[in-house]
């Protein structure tokens, strides 16, 4: 394979992760503030991404092995399509059904969506392990432009979908969503050059469980790490800022949405462009990689800092005010930076320790554990805010981190072959 042609491939699988990213930013934010104003609890609202998160658990372990035995290609184009049928089914959502049949509805929507983003998830994180040249520290560089990259993508979706239900309503907006995505899609499938492997008939589905030691502690790791962000960035602080901006009316509603998807997005985006900095932050072209796992602990020891700090902050406070959501806002915006190389370390950790032959495999098995670190902080931050407030959720973030730690210890440098149970 030359590297134009793998370049190119490259730059298509990302360009239709980007489409897809945009999409699932703005259906989030899209399904969180209107059934918010529906007059969901927080509880009820983490309800409606939990069979998300449960089926990116299941599709995570299974795509691997599906893009293994049918290829990469086909994983991306699934992922695509099927984000537009949910779409689709989304927009018939009858507002006089009730709040049970409503939550049912969506949380089965958002089920499919959620297998739709991990298929076009694994196969686009996939290809860059075939893809990316292996001198100069490119393999790091190319990860860390498509994570970095996707993320950005995502927190203009967010303050696309705040901005779309202000503007034109819930439907319209999931609608115009639709046809946007199906028109990539065709594009993608039309455009899509060589590059990209078709899969092996002989590819066994039990081999997506690894025996590599350094992938499970780092599958490990990153389900504490993500749970951590999670607990408080799906329900706790979209919620906290709402009651604390809203004044109830319409225009106040409309007000409130607008600064919450900026903040979404603004927090999202600064992540996406701190990760695509990552190399340069931690100047890995001219490091070893153990000098770089070195530096995944340390980044995960500063990152507990934080969240302790925020929620002893909350804790002590005695009611909300502005300059307590202005410490806030910058304190999680600090939480964003320190998380994005953390993120961007893992994403380079789990495709070093990996090889080509079974890397859909272990990025598979790797992002299952992902998306259950994000199922524990979805269902934790509707459950810990309705509780304790936004200082459980804080709290409770610290504490996962500080476990995320504990398994990033337990990582070596030892190669593929020698790191075997």
Known sequence: MTRPAG????????????????????????????????????????????????????????????????????????????????????AQLDPAWGITASVVFVMLV???????????????????????????????????????????????????????????????????????LFVILAGVVVGMPTGLP???????????????????????????????????????????????????????????????GSFMAVWTILYGVVQGWAPRILRAASRSDAQILAQARAWVGALVIVPTALAAL?????????????????GLLVFGGIFAVNSALHSFLILSFTDAKRVTMDVGFYYMSNAAGRLVGTVLSGLTYQLGGLALCLGTAAVMIAISLLATAQLDDRSPDTAAV
């Open 110 to 180: 958002q089920g499919m969506s959620g297998v739709a983003k991990d298929l076009a998830k694994m196969s686009s994180k996939s290809a860059v392990k075939i893809l990316a040249p292996t001198d100069g520290g490119g393999l790091f560089r190319w990860v860390a432009l498509l994570t970095g990259s996707k993320n950005a993508v995502k927190g203009c979706g967010f303050l696309l979908g705040a901005a779309l239900l202000a503007i034109l309503g819930f439907v319209p907006s999931v609608l115009t969503m639709a046809a946007i």
């Open 7 to 90: 370049f190119a491939a490259y730059m298509t699988v990302t360009a239709a992760y980007w489409a897809f990213m945009l999409t699932d930013g703005a259906l989030r934010m899209l399904v969180l503030l209107h059934f918010h104003t529906l007059g969901f609890s927080p509880v009820q609202l983490a309800y409606l991404f939990v069979l998300y998160e449960i089926a990116g658990v299941v599709t995570n372990l299974s795509a691997g092995w599906i893009a293994a035995r049918f290829g990469l290609t086909a994983t991306l184009y699934a992922g695509l399509a099927l984000q537009v049928v949910a779409l689709l089914a989304l």
């Open 198 to 260: 078709v899969g092996r008939k002989d590819a066994k589905f039990l081999e997506v469980f690894s025996k590599n030691r350094n992938i499970n502690w780092l599958s490990a790791a990153r389900l504490f790490l993500f749970g951590a962000r999670d607990v408080w960035f799906v329900v706790g602080i979209p919620i906290y800022f709402y009651a604390v901006l809203s004044d109830g009316s319409e225009a106040g509603n409309r007000a409130a949405f607008f600064m919450i």
């Open 314 to 330: 909350v804790w002590v406070a005695p009611a909300p005010s502005t300059p307590l959501t202005v410490t806030l806002v910058l």
